[in-house]
């Protein structure tokens, strides 16, 4: 069965300082493993992905996600936090090994990130 | 860009009412979802379709149906709603998964928040 932990519901940290959002996954699978975004009262935005090769991926608004296979994580990071990145972060999941249900993703339960100036 | 519209931002209705939530997305995406937001509960899927006609039930599909006649348009249908049915819906698209198709992200709507007295 494939799941998702995001084991903190609150990450804080201070405008400038480096930020990490934390994900952990299990599938039977290669997993495909994305990040998304929420701001309050939106839908979900897409961040960024990691498929197969280089385990740094690069994404939107200057975000990177480490995909660690040992430790299977799929850690969200970022250099320098910005105010304007406090939000809802999704971790989720698609196992293509899966049959009838190629195409969905599993979320985590979401990390609240909150960047004080 | 790829547009999800859902076409209510919010609902309110009496218990027992019966309420269409309806989604339209415009890439001409094979798959959609229906997935229901709640808080410390992160993202649950509800049904999803891969094809016109098609669907499947995810994994909180009691109280629910869904209609998908056209390729663009996936309607989620609540026949006699109750309190436990208060929550933000979100509808999502992408292309069908197989081959490449394995890394397309979901493409997500504002999402509606319906609430039910």
């Known amino acids: 069965a494939q799941s998702v932990a995001q084991p903190e519901d609150q990450v804080n940290v201070a405008e400038g300082n480096p930020l990490t959002v934390k994900c952990t996954y299990s599938v039977s699978g290669n997993p495909y493993l994305f990040w998304y975004v929420q701001y309050p009262n939106r839908g979900l935005q897409f961040l960024l992905k990691y498929i197969t090769g280089d385990n740094l991926v690069k994404g939107s608004y200057g975000f990177e996600a480490e995909f660690n296979k040992s430790q299977t994580s799929f850690h969200l990071k970022k250099p320098s936090a910005l105010v304007s990145d406090s939000a809802l972060y999704f971790c989720?999941?698609?196992?293509?090994?899966?049959?009838?249900?190629?195409?969905?993703?599993?979320f985590g339960r979401g990390t609240q990130l909150t960047v004080w100036p | 860009d790829v547009k999800v519209t859902q076409s209510s931002r919010y609902l309110v209705k009496r218990t027992g009412e019966k309420v269409f939530l309806e989604c339209v997305q415009d890439m001409d995406h094979e798959n959609m979802f229906w997935y229901r937001q709640d808080p410390g509960l992160g993202l649950r899927l509800i049904y999803f379709?891969?094809?016109?006609?098609?669907?499947e039930k995810g994994d909180i599909p009691e109280g629910y149906s869904v209609s998908r006649e056209k390729k663009e348009r996936f309607s989620l249908i609540l026949e006699s709603t109750s309190t436990n049915q208060t929550s933000m819906y979100l509808c999502?698209?992408?292309?069908?998964?197989?081959?490449?198709?394995?890394?397309?992200?979901?493409?997500f709507g504002n999402g509606t928040r319906l609430t039910v007295t």
């Open positions: 999502a698209s992408s292309l069908r998964s197989g081959g490449s198709s394995y890394n397309s992200p979901l493409h």
């Open positions: 989720a999941v698609r196992d293509p090994s899966r049959g009838s249900t190629l195409g969905r993703l599993y």
């Open positions: 379709s891969y094809d016109v006609k098609m669907k």
